[in-house]
């Protein structure tokens, strides 16, 4: 039942005004029709960016930091492995870093076991340069049972130890294994 006053009526004793809406309330229902008014015409006509976009764009920056990260850190090269690898004591360091870590697989004597000789002149990796040899120990054969040891050998420890491994070249160790891999030149 309600009766003629036009600012409000009542229902079952329910009283329910007719006040205007507050301008603030209005403000914000309009200003919601014009952002999304705006926001159809920037995506959908415009041709603003999607999500995908935008995941391209930061991946694209994300791939050039560490692309300059590598950059900035020392390259190795054939030459400075040489230098790092002409240390004083670093072989003895590589001598005790192989016997605890490689001489199960490859021998007390580098002649081979389980793993390849790697007192001779064939490689199954690379052709034996320093760089060949320090790239086949950090990354390993996993499929072939030689562990990568980049993730827990220390930069200094992996060159000491291909730093031994080179110095025994060519010793011709007493009950070597037969050549495996290419021979190098
Ligand atoms: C669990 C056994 C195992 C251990 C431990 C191991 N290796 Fe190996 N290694 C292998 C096997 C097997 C291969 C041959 C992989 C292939 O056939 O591709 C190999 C290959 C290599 C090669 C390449 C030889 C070639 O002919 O190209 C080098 C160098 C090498 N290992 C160095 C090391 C060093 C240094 C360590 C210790 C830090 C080590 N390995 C520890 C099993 C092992």
Redesign the pocket.
């Known amino acids: 039942m309600s009766d003629n006053n036009e600012k409000f009526h009542e229902y079952d004793g329910i009283i329910e005004h007719d006040n205007p809406l507050p301008t603030w309330w209005l403000w914000t229902f309009f200003l919601t029709i014009i952002f999304a008014f705006l926001y159809y015409i920037h995506y959908q006509l415009a041709g603003g960016g999607t999500l995908q976009d935008e995941l391209k764009v930061a991946m694209a920056q994300l791939e050039k930091e560490k692309a300059s990260v590598v950059d900035t850190s020392p390259m190795e090269t054939e030459d400075s492995l040489k230098e790092a690898f002409g240390k004083d004591g670093i072989l003895a360091v590589g001598a005790q870093?192989?016997a605890s870590?490689?001489a199960?697989?490859?021998g007390q004597e580098l002649q081979g076991l389980?793993?390849?000789n790697?007192t001779d002149k064939?490689?199954?990796?690379?052709k034996g340069t320093r760089m060949d040899?320090i790239a086949?120990?950090r990354n390993g054969?996993p499929d072939?049972?030689?562990?990568p040891?980049g993730p827990v050998?220390k930069k200094d420890e992996i060159y000491a130890?291909a730093a031994f491994?080179l110095s025994k070249q060519g010793s011709n160790p007493a009950g070597a294994k037969p050549p495996?891999?290419e021979e190098a030149p």
Do not use: D, R
Request: with cysteine.
């Open positions: 870093a192989f870590k490689c199960a697989c490859h389980i793993g390849p790697l064939f490689w199954i990796h690379g040899v086949v120990i054969a072939k049972g030689m562990p040891w050998m130890v491994i495996q891999g």
